[in-house]
């Protein structure tokens, strides 16, 4: 389908139209005269966007003329009449629908055949083929279509890097004029922003109302997040040296040539609407809170592209720092500000000795960033199955210090949990993988007193396991209430150093415990060398190490274990307990913090 048409009339037929069709026909007729275009028939695949099957009519003889129009569904259009000699018609469909297709007739005319020239006008040809209108007393316009005597504005014209539009429904642009009460919306391109009124009205007097907008270079300011602090900086002069700035600056430097590798900017013309900044605008970024750091840039510019320069910045918790913490020294009063506090209502809990609803502490878990806690598994499902407790039966408190309740400030954080994630490999019998994910239903808020704890894994392990100091720490679990010690007993704390898995195993045979060790668990006792004043195997805790940070050298906590299991009745300085390898579970972790 598709054909050259070269004569004064003809016709155009497409029946029953193919899938996937590409057709086009030119339309040439003699120079001077131009050409009119009738649908009788049109029926093809309806869509608001003609999209799918569709006619496409072009003023000139290809692809790349000025489009007319585009029709699809079986509305006939009305006669389309082309400013020169040729006519491009392209019949494009998709590959699912067909319809009977369409018929259109051509025939050769003169622009004054549709008697365009209003108020008994002549119509006058010139020599490309295009017309004027020769007005009679008392009209004016391209098409005689103005009064003299009535006040009309003339055209305002759209912006330098803009255009203007008519509103509809309020008259019409016609030539060089415009009618009383013609509103004109103004708009500019892309990376532009208008400046001054959005529309001016024709009123009474033939003048518009407001001032004429102007197009600036803008950029729309980028959406921050309420961690981050946003300012303003001073208009200046940015520099950059260039090869070629070196090479003038030494051939002429006997020249005294001097030489300004950038010109200075031109102070910014015109009012911005809130939200947009200037061209060459710089922005400057830090956190609110100094228990946050910052990732992306510090700086961003303005570009001439109305992009911004950088990349986006965000604030997130710093991870692993505590005051006066370090394995040297460590005091009682020490916080830990990423531990967690597992609580379970006691509607769960075989104790007649507890009030119905009551919160009893169980675990100790590890804050990782404001929304999530690593945990044993073992602390959130059923003991020896592996049936996760409802949301409801447990919660999460942070900020505490104290194991009584009571004792505990003010400004502890009870948190609800929205969902629990068990490791798929968790085996409740011999604890292997025993790590489990919470995911909290309210933020935490970060202070001094709620930091999370910063993730490791393997490869940071960069020393022998064994040489390793690690920190131990929880609430002891098992706490009698009524010891006049309770009340101000407090977070324990404790060195341990890693053991091989065979000792391990030796010492819980020869006291008749017979316990499987597996590559997701590490053995520990305590280091007789260091400060300590707990029972690893009573708090359900965590083990943490000191490593380099990567945003500094400085040293910050990582998370390496999770306190699993161990003796239930006795507490020696040359016990064994088992824990979990949270290092090895660091991509578990972080796939599951989104």
């Excluded at 040809?125 to 009309?152: P, Q, V």
């Excluded at 370090?326 to 609580?343: C, D, E, F």
């Excluded at 878990?365 to 499902?381: F, K, Q």
């Amino acid at each position: 389908c598709g054909q050259v048409l070269q004569a004064s009339r003809g016709q155009i037929l497409l029946e029953g139209y193919p899938l996937n069709a590409q057709c086009e026909w030119t339309i040439h007729v003699q120079s001077g005269f131009n050409i009119e275009l009738r649908f009788s028939m049109l029926s093809l695949e309806f869509d608001y966007m003609c999209q799918y099957d569709y006619v496409e009519v072009r003023d000139g003889d290809n692809l790349d003329s000025q489009i007319i129009k585009k029709f699809c569904g079986n509305e006939r259009p009305p006669p389309i009449r082309s400013t020169g000699s040729s006519l491009h018609v392209l019949f494009q469909s998709d590959g699912s629908k067909n319809f009977d297709g369409f018929h259109a007739v051509f025939e050769e005319i003169t622009a004054c055949s549709s008697s365009p020239c209003l108020h008994d006008g002549t119509c006058i040809l010139d020599k490309s083929g295009t017309y004027k209108c020769a007005c009679l007393a008392g009209y004016t316009g391209d098409r005689c279509e103005n009064f003299l005597d009535e006040k009309n504005c003339s055209d305002p014209g759209g912006p330098l890097n803009g255009y203007r539009r008519v509103v509809e429904d309020t008259g019409l642009l016609n030539g060089r004029y415009a009618k009383i009460g013609t509103v004109i919306a103004f708009f500019c391109n892309n990376s532009y922003v208008l400046s001054g009124n959005e529309q001016r009205t024709c009123q009474d007097d033939g003048e518009w109302s407001g001032k004429q907008p102007i197009c600036i270079k803008a950029c729309r300011e980028p959406k921050i997040s309420d961690l981050v602090r946003q300012k303003v900086l001073p208009m200046q002069v940015q520099s950059r040296e260039t090869p070629l700035h070196q090479l003038y600056s030494s051939a002429f430097s006997k020249q005294k040539l001097e030489i300004y590798p950038t010109k200075k900017p031109a102070l910014p013309f015109g009012d911005l609407p809130p939200g947009y900044q200037h061209l060459h605008t710089q922005l400057q970024y830090e956190c609110i809170s100094p228990f946050y750091r910052r990732l992306g840039s510090s700086r961003r510019t303005c570009l001439k592209t109305g992009k911004w320069s950088g990349r986006a910045p965000v604030c997130i918790p710093i991870c692993g720092k505590a005051e006066n913490t370090t394995l040297q020294k460590t005091v009682t009063s020490t916080r830990w500000p990423w531990q967690a506090a597992i609580y379970r209502t006691a509607n769960g809990v075989k104790e007649n000795s507890l009030r119905k609803g009551a919160w009893i502490l169980i675990c100790s878990g590890a804050l990782v960033n404001e929304r999530t806690v690593v945990v044993a598994a073992h602390c959130v499902t059923d003991l020896g199955k592996t049936i996760v407790l409802k949301t409801a039966e447990l919660k999460v408190v942070l900020g505490k210090f104290y194991r009584d309740d009571d004792r505990d400030e003010k400004t502890i954080q009870n948190l609800r949990i929205s969902a629990i994630i068990v490791h798929p490999n968790y085996d409740p019998i011999l604890l292997d993988s025993d790590i489990a994910i919470i995911k909290l239903l309210d933020k935490a808020r970060i202070s001094s007193r709620v930091q999370p704890i910063c993730l490791s894994s393997s490869q940071d392990l960069t020393s022998s396991t064994e040489d390793l100091k690690i920190m131990v720490t929880g609430w002891k679990v098992l706490a009698d209430i009524k010891d006049p010690r309770y009340k101000n007993d407090t977070i324990r704390m404790g060195a341990v150093r890693m053991v091989d898995s065979l000792l391990c195993e030796q010492q819980y045979e020869d006291k008749g415990i017979q316990v499987s060790i597996t590559d997701s668990m590490f053995c520990a006792k305590q280091d007789h060398t260091a400060f300590s004043n707990i029972c690893p195997a009573e708090t359900g805790g965590i083990a943490a190490i000191t490593l380099p940070g990567k945003a500094s050298p400085e040293l910050r906590w990582h998370l390496m274990g999770l306190v699993s299991w161990g003796y239930d009745k006795t507490c020696s300085l040359e016990l064994y307990t088992g824990y979990t390898k949270a290092f090895l579970f660091k991509d578990w972790i972080e796939k599951n913090l989104k």
